[in-house]
Nanobody, 120 residues
Framework: VQLQASGGGSVQAGGSLRLSCAAS????????MGWFRQSPGKDREFVAA??????VTEYADSVKGRFTISRDKGNVFLLMNSLRLEDTAIYFC????????????????WGQGTLVTVSS
């Protein structure tokens, strides 16, 4: 079972990136999916999550209006617009039963991280 994150890279402030998380080994179509990030010296933090059917999304206040989470069955995406220096982090995808589980840290599977670097 694997969640493979990709799409990270270096971008200037104000730019955009689209992260992808592909599932393999099992289907995650019945699970909530989410994105977390971790900056150097900081704890891993919740970024965004989406229900199994894509009907409900939730975002951290710091990314609302700039990031959009979406999914196609077991794959999940994060479109990041208007990137800021403080968005620099390693981004991880994750699966859980429900969004509330993701936000509470009850993670079933973690993907490996993809690095996003925002420069001025």
């Amino acid at each position: 079972v694997q969640l493979q994150a990709s799409g990270g890279g270096s971008v200037q402030a104000g730019g955009s990136l689209r992260l992808s998380c592909a599932a393999s080994g099992r289907t995650f179509s019945a699970n909530a999916m989410g994105w977390f990030r971790q900056s150097p010296g900081k704890d891993r933090e919740f970024v965004a999550a989406i229900t199994f059917n894509g009907g409900v999304t939730e975002y951290a206040d710091s990314v609302k209006g700039r990031f959009t989470i979406s999914r196609d069955k077991g794959n999940v995406f994060l479109l990041m617009n208007s990137l800021r220096l403080e968005d620099t982090a390693i981004y991880f995808c994750a699966s859980g039963r429900y969004i509330v589980d993701l936000r509470a840290g009850r993670i079933d599977y973690w993907g490996q991280g993809t690095l996003v670097t925002v420069s001025s």
